[in-house]
C-alpha cells in the first residue's frame, strides 16, 4: 500500500493536472446532466412537483388546504419548483432546465467543500487531487445524475444539503456562513421531512466545532425557518408528521389522523427476497459512496492528524447511518415503496463522498486482523448482494438469454415406466414446481454470485503474489485491506456500467421527451377549452396539463392510484384529497372533458366514454416512451 501512496504523493506536485481531470470530470457530469434531461421520461412524482407547485405558487391552491391538493410532502418540495416556473414559465421544460441548475450548484459546492477538506493544509496540492476524485466520484454514478436530472425532490434537497456542509464545515468558518448553513439546514425539513435529522446534526456540529456563543446564534437561525413554515402551515402540517409515528403510542397526535378515508390501495406485501433486491439496488447505484463509507470506518486511525478532521469524519458518519436508518427502514423495511430504497439514497450519498475525502489522508493502513477479516466479509457480502439484485435485469439480457438456452437442453427421465427426454427446465418444474422464469433467474443469479466470489478470491491472490514477489511493499497483515482497497477501486473504475450505477434504466426514453410533451399539450390544448372541468385519468403525465390556460380538475385525482381508496366517506375523503370508486363515477358524470391514457380506458369508464354522451377527439401523439401513454379526449357534447 506504500507503494500506491508514495506514487499518489509524486501526482500531487502536478497540481495543473489536477486542475484539468476536474474540469473533464465537471464536462462528464453536466453532459450526462443534459442529456438524461432530455431523454427520461417524466414520472409521475415530476409531474406532481411541477404541476402542484405552478397551483401553489399561482395561488389557485393552498398547501394542505381542505377541499384541496392532496400535500403529501412538505411544502417547499411543490412551492421551489412552482415558483421557478412562476417566474420562467409553467412547463416540464422549465422543470427539467432547473434540476440542471440545481445539479450544476450541487457539483460546485461538492467541489468546493471537498477542497477546503480534502488537503492537510488550505489550498494544498492533495485537497486539489481529493476535490477532483470528488467530482469523478458523483460523475461516474449515471444512476444518480439521472435522478437529479428530473425535478424530483432528490436533486433539490442534494443541492441545498451539499450547501449546508460548504457554510459549516470546518474551523473558523465565518459567523454569517454558519448562520446561513444553519437557515438552510432548518430549511430542509420544510422541502422533504425525512431530512429532519440534519438540522440538530447541523447544530450539534457547530456547537462542537464552534462554541457555545456560535452554537446559540446558528441554533436560532436554524429554527427560525423551521418554526415559520410550521407556524404558517399550523395545525394542517401536522398530518405529515403522523405519518412518523405509531398510532397506538402516540394516541394524542390521532386529533391530526385523518378519520374515514378508506384503505390505500398502494400498499404491497413484500418478500425478505424483494426487499433484499432493493437493499442492494441501493448498494449498486451508490456503490463508491456507501463501499467508501464503509473504507473510511475500516480505515478509522487511532490519532487524527487535525482536529478538526476527526470532528467532521465524526459528524458526517453518524449523520449517515442516522439517515441510511431512517430510509432503510421506511423503503426496504416498510410496505409502501420497497423500490424507493435507491432514490432515497440520493438525498444524502454526497455525506458519504465527503467522509472519504476528509478521512482518507488520516486512514491508519495497518488495521488488526479483525478489521481484515471484517473487510473480507463486506466484501464478500457486497458482491453477493449485488449479484443477487443485478440477476433481475441480467436475467433479460445475455446471461438470461444463455441460461434460458441451457435450460431448453434435454435430460434423460423416467416417466411411468418409459424412457423420454424432458428439456432441463420441465425437470426442474416437475421436482420444485418452478415457473421458467423464476428458473431462469435463480440461474442467472447463481453465475453472477459465483462470478462475484470468483473475482474477491482473485483480488486477494493478485495481492497476496505481488506481496510475497516483493513488487510492492506492503505492510505485514495487510493483504486482506488492501485487497479491499483495490476492490474498491476497480468497482469505482466500472460504476458507470450496468452491474454499477449504470443499471438504472427505468425512465430511458431515446427520443426528446420535452418535445414530445409540447407536441402532446399543443394537441391537447386545441380541444380543452378555458373554463372546462376535467375528469382526469392521464397515468403520470400530469406535467402535460400545465400548458393548459385555466382549467379547473378534481384535485384528488392528480396523485392517480396513490391518492385512491377502496371505501371512505365520500365528505372526509375529498376535504384531505383522496379519492375513491364512488366518486371516479361522480366526477366523470360532471367533467366537461374526460382525458384518459390508452392504457387506463378499461371498465365502466371505457363503457361511459364510448356514450352518445361525450364526441371523441383525435388523441395525442405517444407521450415519452411508455407503451398506452397517448391521451384519448372526450368532449361532452352540448
Same mark, same amino acid.
Given at each position: 500500500?506504500?507503494?500506491?501512496?508514495?506514487?499518489?504523493?509524486?501526482?500531487?506536485?502536478?497540481?495543473?493536472?489536477?486542475?484539468?481531470?476536474?474540469?473533464?470530470?465537471?464536462?462528464?457530469?453536466?453532459?450526462?446532466?443534459?442529456?438524461?434531461?432530455?431523454?427520461?421520461?417524466?414520472?409521475?412524482?415530476?409531474?406532481?412537483?411541477?404541476?402542484?407547485?405552478?397551483?401553489?405558487?399561482?395561488?389557485?391552491?393552498?398547501?394542505?388546504?381542505?377541499?384541496?391538493?392532496?400535500?403529501?410532502?412538505?411544502?417547499?418540495?411543490?412551492?421551489?419548483?412552482?415558483?421557478?416556473?412562476?417566474?420562467?414559465?409553467?412547463? !416540464?421544460?422549465? &422543470? =427539467?432546465?432547473?434540476?440542471? $441548475?440545481?445539479? %450544476?450548484?450541487? #457539483?460546485? *459546492?461538492?467541489?468546493?467543500?471537498? +477542497?477546503?477538506?480534502?488537503?492537510?493544509?488550505?489550498?494544498?496540492?492533495?485537497?486539489?487531487?481529493?476535490?477532483?476524485?470528488?467530482?469523478?466520484?458523483?460523475?461516474?454514478?449515471?444512476?444518480?445524475?439521472?435522478?437529479?436530472?428530473?425535478?424530483?425532490?432528490?436533486?433539490?434537497?442534494?443541492?441545498?444539503?451539499?450547501?449546508?456542509?460548504?457554510?459549516? !464545515?470546518?474551523? &473558523? =468558518?465565518?459567523?454569517?456562513? $454558519?448562520?446561513? %448553513?444553519?437557515? #438552510?439546514? *432548518?430549511?430542509?425539513?420544510?422541502? +422533504?421531512?425525512?431530512?429532519?435529522?440534519?438540522?440538530?446534526?447541523?447544530?450539534?456540529?457547530?456547537?462542537?466545532?464552534?462554541?457555545?456563543?456560535?452554537?446559540?446564534?446558528?441554533?436560532?437561525?436554524?429554527?427560525?425557518?423551521?418554526?415559520?413554515?410550521?407556524?404558517?402551515?399550523?395545525?394542517?402540517?401536522?398530518?405529515?408528521?403522523?405519518?412518523?409515528?405509531?398510532?397506538?403510542?402516540?394516541?394524542?397526535?390521532?386529533?391530526?389522523?385523518?378519520?374515514?378515508?378508506?384503505?390505500?390501495?398502494?400498499?404491497?406485501?413484500?418478500?425478505?427476497?424483494?426487499?433484499?433486491?432493493?437493499?442492494?439496488?441501493?448498494?449498486?447505484?451508490?456503490?463508491?459512496?456507501?463501499?467508501?463509507?464503509?473504507?473510511?470506518?475500516?480505515?478509522?486511525?487511532?490519532?487524527?492528524?487535525?482536529?478538526?478532521?476527526?470532528?467532521?469524519?465524526?459528524?458526517?458518519?453518524?449523520?449517515?447511518?442516522?439517515?441510511?436508518?431512517?430510509?432503510?427502514?421506511?423503503?426496504?423495511?416498510?410496505?409502501?415503496?420497497?423500490?424507493?430504497?435507491?432514490?432515497?439514497?440520493?438525498?444524502?450519498?454526497?455525506?458519504?463522498?465527503?467522509?472519504?475525502?476528509?478521512?482518507?489522508?488520516?486512514?491508519?493502513?495497518?488495521?488488526?486482523?479483525?478489521?481484515?477479516?471484517?473487510?473480507?466479509?463486506?466484501?464478500?457480502?457486497?458482491?453477493?448482494?449485488?449479484?443477487?439484485?443485478?440477476?433481475?435485469?441480467?436475467?433479460?439480457?445475455?446471461?438470461?438469454?444463455?441460461?434460458?438456452?441451457?435450460?431448453?437442453?434435454?435430460?434423460?427421465?423416467?416417466?411411468?415406466?418409459?424412457?423420454?427426454?424432458?428439456?432441463?427446465?420441465?425437470?426442474?418444474?416437475?421436482?420444485?414446481?418452478?415457473?421458467?422464469?423464476?428458473?431462469?433467474?435463480?440461474?442467472?443469479?447463481?453465475?453472477?454470485?459465483?462470478?462475484?466470489?470468483?473475482?474477491?478470491?482473485?483480488?486477494?491472490?493478485?495481492?497476496?503474489?505481488?506481496?510475497?514477489?516483493?513488487?510492492?511493499?506492503?505492510?505485514?497483515?495487510?493483504?486482506?485491506?488492501?485487497?479491499?482497497?483495490?476492490?474498491?477501486?476497480?468497482?469505482?473504475?466500472?460504476?458507470?456500467?450496468?452491474?454499477?450505477?449504470?443499471?438504472?434504466?427505468?425512465?430511458?426514453?431515446?427520443?426528446?421527451?420535452?418535445?414530445?410533451?409540447?407536441?402532446?399539450?399543443?394537441?391537447?390544448?386545441?380541444?380543452?377549452?378555458?373554463?372546462?372541468?376535467?375528469?382526469?385519468?392521464?397515468?403520470?403525465?400530469?406535467?402535460?396539463?400545465?400548458?393548459?390556460?385555466?382549467?379547473?380538475?378534481?384535485?384528488?385525482?392528480?396523485?392517480?392510484?396513490?391518492?385512491?381508496?377502496?371505501?371512505?366517506?365520500?365528505?372526509?375523503?375529498?376535504?384531505?384529497?383522496?379519492?375513491?370508486?364512488?366518486?371516479?363515477?361522480?366526477?366523470?358524470?360532471?367533467?366537461?372533458?374526460?382525458?384518459?391514457?390508452?392504457?387506463?380506458?378499461?371498465?365502466?369508464?371505457?363503457?361511459?366514454?364510448?356514450?352518445?354522451?361525450?364526441?371523441?377527439?383525435?388523441?395525442?401523439?405517444?407521450?415519452?416512451?411508455?407503451?398506452?401513454?397517448?391521451?384519448?379526449?372526450?368532449?361532452?357534447?352540448?
Amino acid at each position: 500500500m506504500k507503494y500506491f501512496l508514495n506514487r499518489f504523493k509524486q501526482l500531487t506536485k502536478l497540481p495543473w493536472l489536477a486542475e484539468i481531470l476536474t474540469a473533464l470530470g465537471g464536462i462528464i457530469y453536466f453532459g450526462q446532466v443534459w442529456i438524461y434531461a432530455h431523454t427520461q421520461d417524466s414520472l409521475l412524482d415530476e409531474g406532481l412537483y411541477l404541476l402542484k407547485g405552478y397551483l401553489f405558487a399561482t395561488g389557485k391552491y393552498r398547501p394542505f388546504q381542505s377541499y384541496g391538493l392532496w400535500t403529501n410532502h412538505m411544502p417547499l418540495s411543490f412551492l421551489i419548483p412552482g415558483y421557478a416556473q412562476a417566474i420562467f414559465g409553467p412547463g !416540464l421544460r422549465t &422543470g =427539467r432546465y432547473f434540476a440542471i $441548475l440545481l445539479a %450544476g450548484l450541487f #457539483l460546485i *459546492g461538492l467541489w468546493i467543500v471537498s +477542497r477546503r477538506l480534502g488537503g492537510m493544509s488550505p489550498g494544498g496540492d492533495a485537497s486539489r487531487w481529493l476535490a477532483a476524485g470528488a467530482v469523478f466520484a458523483v460523475a461516474h454514478n449515471p444512476a444518480a445524475i439521472k435522478i437529479n436530472s428530473i425535478m424530483a425532490s432528490q436533486g433539490l434537497v442534494a443541492c441545498v444539503l451539499v450547501w449546508v456542509m460548504v457554510l459549516v !464545515l470546518g474551523r &473558523g =468558518r465565518p459567523a454569517w456562513q $454558519l448562520i446561513l %448553513g444553519s437557515i #438552510l439546514a *432548518g430549511t430542509l425539513p420544510l422541502i +422533504r421531512l425525512n431530512l429532519l435529522p440534519v438540522l440538530p446534526f447541523v447544530l450539534a456540529y457547530i456547537f462542537w466545532e464552534n462554541g457555545w456563543r456560535l452554537g446559540l446564534f446558528a441554533a436560532t437561525a436554524g429554527l427560525i425557518p423551521f418554526i415559520g413554515g410550521h407556524a404558517l402551515y399550523w395545525p394542517h402540517i401536522m398530518t405529515m408528521w403522523v405519518k412518523w409515528f405509531p398510532s397506538g403510542l402516540t394516541p394524542f397526535l390521532d386529533v391530526w389522523r385523518p378519520e374515514g378515508i378508506g384503505t390505500p390501495t398502494a400498499i404491497v406485501t413484500a418478500s425478505l427476497g424483494t426487499r433484499l433486491e432493493s437493499l442492494f439496488e441501493g448498494v449498486r447505484f451508490h456503490f463508491i459512496s456507501l463501499s467508501g463509507t464503509i473504507a473510511a470506518w475500516l480505515f478509522w486511525p487511532k490519532t487524527w492528524k487535525k482536529q478538526e478532521h476527526f470532528r467532521i469524519a465524526v459528524f458526517l458518519s453518524t449523520l449517515f447511518i442516522v439517515l441510511f436508518g431512517l430510509h432503510a427502514w421506511a423503503s426496504v423495511g416498510g410496505n409502501y415503496c420497497i423500490y424507493c430504497f435507491s432514490n432515497y439514497l440520493a438525498f444524502f450519498s454526497s455525506l458519504g463522498i465527503l467522509l472519504i475525502v476528509v478521512s482518507i489522508p488520516n486512514w491508519h493502513w495497518r488495521i488488526p486482523l479483525w478489521r481484515g477479516h471484517l473487510a473480507l466479509l463486506i466484501m464478500l457480502l457486497v458482491v453477493t448482494g449485488i449479484g443477487y439484485s443485478y440477476a433481475v435485469s441480467a436475467a433479460h439480457g445475455p446471461i438470461g438469454s444463455q441460461m434460458m438456452d441451457f435450460l431448453e437442453r434435454k435430460v434423460p427421465a423416467v416417466i411411468n415406466s418409459e424412457y423420454t427426454g424432458l428439456t432441463l427446465w420441465d425437470a426442474i418444474a416437475k421436482h420444485y414446481h418452478w415457473s421458467y422464469w423464476k428458473q431462469a433467474l435463480a440461474g442467472t443469479r447463481a453465475v453472477l454470485i459465483t462470478s462475484g466470489i470468483v473475482v474477491c478470491v482473485g483480488l486477494i491472490a493478485i495481492v497476496t503474489w505481488f506481496n510475497k514477489s516483493r513488487a510492492m511493499d506492503f505492510s505485514k497483515g495487510s493483504v486482506l485491506s488492501s485487497s479491499f482497497i483495490l476492490f474498491l477501486v476497480l468497482g469505482s473504475m466500472i460504476s458507470p456500467l450496468d452491474p454499477l450505477g449504470g443499471g438504472r434504466h427505468s425512465y430511458d426514453c431515446g427520443k426528446g421527451v420535452i418535445d414530445s410533451y409540447k407536441e402532446a399539450a399543443d394537441h391537447l390544448s386545441k380541444h380543452v377549452e378555458s373554463g372546462d372541468l376535467i375528469y382526469w385519468q392521464g397515468g403520470g403525465s400530469q406535467a402535460i396539463l400545465l400548458t393548459l390556460d385555466d382549467i379547473n380538475l378534481f384535485p384528488p385525482q392528480l396523485n392517480s392510484g396513490a391518492s385512491y381508496r377502496q371505501g371512505g366517506d365520500i365528505e372526509m375523503l375529498t376535504k384531505y384529497g383522496y379519492w375513491n370508486e364512488a366518486l371516479s363515477h361522480q366526477w366523470a358524470r360532471e367533467a366537461d372533458v374526460l382525458i384518459i391514457a390508452e392504457r387506463e380506458l378499461s371498465g365502466w369508464l371505457a363503457e361511459y366514454a364510448a356514450t352518445d354522451e361525450f364526441k371523441l377527439v383525435p388523441p395525442t401523439p405517444e407521450i415519452g416512451c411508455r407503451e398506452g401513454s397517448s391521451l384519448q379526449i372526450y368532449r361532452r357534447l352540448p
